[in-house]
Structures are given as C-alpha cells and as structure tokens.
C-alpha cells in the first residue's frame, strides 16, 4: 500500500480547502476585426475544492479554450478565471495539466520528466530526484525510470503525464481529454486508476472529455457544454458513491444518470447539425 | 448506444495495475562501441555500394580505353589507372599533404565559425520576431551569390589571402546552419512549451529546455549540409591562394593542363567532403541519442 501522507508536500500544504476555481463570465474570442471568432461565451462557474468536475461537449463547443484559460495559455477576451481567489495571468506549476498529445519531452527520460518540474521550482537534484521517484510510485511506473518516452506504451505515457504534473503538488489538475487516444480496455483501467490517484492526492480535478460514459464514471460534477460557441448550459451532479468501480456502470443510478446527460448532448448535437446545415 | 453496460472488470489496484505492456526492448538498448558498430553494419549494403563504385570505374575505364567520342569526348579524359598512379606518385610527396592539411585547416577554421555563428543567428532569429524581419532579407539576397562570385570583393575588403579564403568558405557553410536552425525552433511542437510552462518553467528554461532540444535534430542535420557547401566553397576560395590547398592543387594542374592532377584533385576533394560530413554526422549523434532510442 503507498502511503497517503507520502505524496503531500512538506512545504506546500496543497490538501484541504485549496484549488478552488471561479470562471467568472467569460468571454473567448479569437481573431480580430471581422474575423472574430467567438469559441466560448459567457460563462459563470464555480468549482469548489477538491471536486472532480467533468466538462463535457461536443468536439469544437469550446471545452479546450475553457480549460486552457483556466491553464493560464489563453487571456479570457472579458471576465477572468480566478485560482483561490488569485487571478490567472499565465501558466503556472499551481495548475499541473495533462494533454491529450503525447507531452512529454522526448529527449528526457521519464524519470527526467517527472523530475522536471520539482527541478524548475528550485529542489535540489536529489530532492528532484525522490519527489520523481515518488510519483512514478504513484502512477506504478518507478522501474521505467530511464526509458525514454517513445518506448512506453500509450497509456504509460499518460501515467507519467499525470506523475508529472502531480510532482509541482498542485492545487488543480487540468486535463483535457487525457485518455482520448487510448483504447477502449486501456481507457477504463487509465479512469479507475485515475480515481485512485485523486483520492490519494485529494487534488482539484477538471477533466475535459466528449464521451458521456466517461464525464459521468468520473465526475462529481459534470458541466456539460452547448454547441459552438460553448457555454455551460447545464450543471449535473454525480451522486453515485466511492470509491467507484467500473461494475457500476449497471446500477439504476449510473444508468439515470447517464442518459440524463446523453439526452443534453444530443439535443445539443441536432442543433449543432441543423445550424452547420443552414 | 452500445456502451451502456460497461465490462465487469473486477475491482483491480488501480493505481499499481500495468494493463498495456511496453514496448520492447524490455532492456534499454546497451550503448554503442566500435565493435557494436561494425557488427551492426550492413554488409549487404556494403556490398552494393562496393559494386557500385567498381562499375563505375570499369564504365570509365572502357570509356577512356576505347576513346569513346559521342557527343560526349572521353579522348583526353585519364583513364583510372593513369590517376591512380598520379594519385599514388603525390602521395609520396609532402607538398601533396600540405595541401590537404592546409585545406583541412581552412575548412576547419571556417566551419567552426559558422557553426557558433549560425546557430547563434538562427537561435535568435528563431526566438525573436524583430531579429527574424531584420536579418531574413540580408540572408535572402546574400545566400543565392555563388562563392566564386565573392573573389575579387574577399580580397579587395580582407587583409591577407588566408583571411578571404575563410571568408568565402565560411559563407557557405553559414547559411544552411542558420536556416536549418530557425526551422528547427520554429518546429518545435507548442504542446511541449505548454506543458513546461505549466510546470513552472521561465522563459529562459522553456528555451535551453524544450525549445534547443527541439531544434537539435535539424541543427544536426544543417551542420552536415554546411559542411558539403563548404567544400565547394573552398575550392571557390582557393583559386585566389598562390600556394597551397587542394583546390589551388586541382586550379594549378588545370592552368599546366595536367589532366591526371585534376582528376586526382577532383577525387581527393570529394572524398574529403564526404569524409568531413561523416565526421560531422558522428560528432552531432550523441545529442540524438533520444531519437536513435526511440525509433
Ligand atoms: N488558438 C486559436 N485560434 C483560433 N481559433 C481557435 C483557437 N483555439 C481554438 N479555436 C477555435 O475555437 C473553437 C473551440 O475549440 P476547442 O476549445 O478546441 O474545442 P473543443 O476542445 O471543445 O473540441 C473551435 O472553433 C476552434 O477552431
Ligand atoms: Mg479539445
């Protein structure tokens, strides 16, 4: 068994009561003059704490803009993203993020990654070092420590994705479609094993994705998104217990909860149908 | 919807399970010697490459044999064994080395210019918009001007020979190092910026961090190019020197018309090109190691 307290900072007390996010009416655009795109409209959320939200929506509705606003990559054109109270102005090691391409530095080895981060934010080389070696515990990839990303499978690399945006002990985690290239078996033992990781961690999670089945296993909260331009239409709470397990998926519960939101996006799709067709 | 029902897969460790397997090697791959070299060469290829070059000697051979004159006169042309016995006959001399040595030196010199140089430029070039407008239109006109076409301005603007030579030859190793060297920062994948800002990287880090490693490859790759260009560069450059370099070699037994001097010239010269760009090739490898790894 790892040890729970193993995986806190000893300087940053990342647990309880941190990683609380405001999105507070935002607006994206991008482009300018006549050729203003809107990619989000106006939206008001608020995630508390340690909640594992899901942002669900159709491909192109604007998820990833959301998200990478919150990352600190995009400037909200009005409104602005706040972090515990501090507003977002750029990156930074406080929201760790794992993205659906493979993102590791190809010319480190994992260990290097994973290391690469407590590096930046001034730990000594053995410090870097443990703080890696712990993380790769967590992800159970500690003896792939001098591969080189391309010769880990898929899957693994996403593991040492998560390692190492867990490393800097952020107060959010951002992730946008993290699991999206995997298949299908791979995909739900990466969810259960995220669980795991998050309930050890305690950590913030935003978790980007289109597939219902997975915004609804995972989440406390799924923000489900309308068609391009994207906007919070609707805020589903999750109240199936934990830890879960991918035998739920039959419970009546899990089933309601389900089709509730399936019901949301395809309404959300016709329209998005009828509007590319008009 | 088919995906209702999820598998019933039972409850495992998550965070320890391992589902997908890594892809081998299951060991890393045991570093390179000269012994793993060797055995790993390709002695197919080697072959093929041998009887490559053997038909092509005999073609010039029964060419040169026959003086064959259709549309193309091979009547004074040498024949292969009258350079190989002018090849063998100069390299009993010293003259002949200190050509290639004081050639070797030139090329040398200028290419290790060029390289700080070039890769300093197209760095930043690579980092810095203002840099990149205000430099691309000088590298625009200069680059296509053909070294032979820089003789009379090299010596007229350098103090010494020595110097206008190096010039020359460092002008043609400097442009494919500079442009493969913005090409391989701007190549680097923004995926790879985000995510090392995200981890509390600053702008300097994202640089030497993601941002060179990135660009490595091509830097590599623009580094053998230089050299090749350099090569033919020199030869340019070396019609000025009154004395050595192995290009004054090929000029000197052009204006004797000596035809078994020019060949062995031409030869010389081309096997040291090749020679160099290999060298280079090797030296840039250990950077790459990553790339080699995960092929
Ligand atoms: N950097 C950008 N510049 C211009 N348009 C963008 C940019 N990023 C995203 N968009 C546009 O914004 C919309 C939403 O994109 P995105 O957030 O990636 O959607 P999703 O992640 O939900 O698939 C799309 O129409 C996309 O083309
Ligand atoms: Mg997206």
Redesign the interface.
């Known amino acids: 068994m790892?040890d729970v307290l193993k995986f806190k900072s000893p300087t940053k007390d990342t647990g309880k009561g941190k990683g609380r996010i405001d999105v507070n009416d935002v607006v994206i655009r991008f482009g300018k003059g006549a050729d203003t795109h809107l990619a989000v409209d106006k939206t008001e959320v608020t995630i508390e704490a340690g909640e594992f939200v899901c942002i669900l929506g159709p491909s192109g509705c604007g998820k990833s803009t959301l998200l990478n606003a919150i990352?600190?990559?995009v400037k909200p054109s009005e409104g602005a993203v706040t972090v515990d109270g501090d507003t977002v102005q750029?990156?930074?090691?406080d929201?760790?993020?794992v993205?659906q391409?493979y993102?590791?530095?190809?010319?480190?080895t994992v260990y290097e990654n994973v290391a690469?981060?407590p590096k930046?934010?001034g730990h000594s080389r053995t410090e870097s070092g443990s703080i890696a070696n712990t993380f790769l515990e967590?992800?159970?990839?500690k003896k792939?420590g001098?591969?080189?990303?391309?010769?880990?499978?898929?899957?693994?690399q996403q593991r040492v994705g998560i390692a190492?945006?867990l490393a800097?002990y952020p107060s959010v985690l951002l992730m946008d479609e993290p699991f999206g290239a995997l298949d299908a078996?791979?995909r739900?033992?990466m969810q259960?094993?995220l669980?795991?990781?998050w309930r050890?961690f305690g950590t913030t999670v935003v978790f980007v994705t289109h597939d219902v089945?997975e915004a609804v296993?995972l989440a406390d909260r799924v923000l489900i998104m309308s068609a391009a331009p994207g906007r919070i239409i609707e805020d589903v709470r999750i109240d199936l217990p934990r830890p879960r397990?991918?035998?739920m998926?039959?419970t009546p519960e899990y089933?309601k909860a389900?089709q509730f939101c399936?019901d949301i996006i395809k309404a959300e799709s016709r329209k998005a149908f009828e509007n590319q067709n008009t | 919807?088919s995906?209702?029902?999820?598998?019933?897969?039972p409850?495992?460790k998550?965070?320890?399970?391992?589902?997908?397997?890594?892809?081998p090697p299951m060991t890393?791959p045991p570093r390179p010697t000269l012994a793993s070299h060797l055995r790993a060469l390709d002695w197919g290829h080697l072959g093929i490459v041998a009887a490559s070059l053997g038909i092509g000697v005999l073609l010039w051979h029964i060419v040169t044999a026959i003086n064959l004159n259709f549309f193309i006169n091979f009547e004074n042309v040498p024949s292969p064994a009258k350079v190989f016995m002018a090849f063998i006959g100069h390299i009993q001399t010293s003259i002949f080395w200190t050509h290639i040595g004081v050639s070797m030196r030139r090329i040398l010199i200028s290419f290790s210019i060029a390289t700080a140089l070039g890769i300093g430029i197209g760095l930043m070039m690579g980092r810095s918009k203002i840099a990149r407008a205000f430099i691309m239109p000088y590298i625009e006109v200069v680059r296509p001007i053909p070294a032979v076409a820089w003789i009379p301005l090299a010596i007229l603007m350098w103090p010494t020979e020595e110097s206008s030579i190096i010039y020359i030859t460092f002008l043609g190793a400097l442009f494919p190092i500079v442009l493969n060297t913005l090409h391989g920062v701007q190549q680097t994948?923004e995926?790879?910026v985000?995510?090392?800002?995200?981890?509390?990287?600053?702008r300097t880090?994202v640089f030497t961090?993601?941002v060179i490693?990135?660009a490595?490859p091509s830097i590599a790759a623009g580094l053998a190019i230089g050299m090749g260009v350099s090569w033919f560069s020199l030869l340019a450059g070396e019609i000025i020197s009154g004395q050595y370099g192995i290009g004054y070699f090929t000029w000197d037994a052009y204006s004797l018309i000596n035809y078994q001097d020019i060949v062995v010239g031409m030869l010389v010269i081309g096997f040291l090109g090749t020679g160099s760009t290999a060298a280079v090739r090797l030296m840039t490898r250990p950077m790459l190691a990553?790339?080699k790894?995960?092929r």
Request: proline share 10%.
């Open positions: 790892l990352a600190g990559y750029k990156p930074g090691p929201r760790g993020m993205f391409q993102s590791l530095l190809p010319w480190k690469f981060g930046m934010a967590l992800v159970g990839l792939f001098d591969r080189y990303p391309a010769e880990l499978s898929g899957g693994m190492r945006a800097n078996q791979t739900l033992m259960e094993s669980l795991e990781i050890k089945d296993f397990s991918t035998d998926a039959s089933v389900r399936l | 919807m995906t209702a029902v999820k598998p019933a897969a409850a495992p998550a965070a320890k399970a391992a589902p997908e397997a890594p892809r890393p994948p995926v790879l985000r995510a090392a800002q995200s981890l509390g990287a600053s880090a961090q993601v490693p990135a490595l990553w790339q790894r995960t």
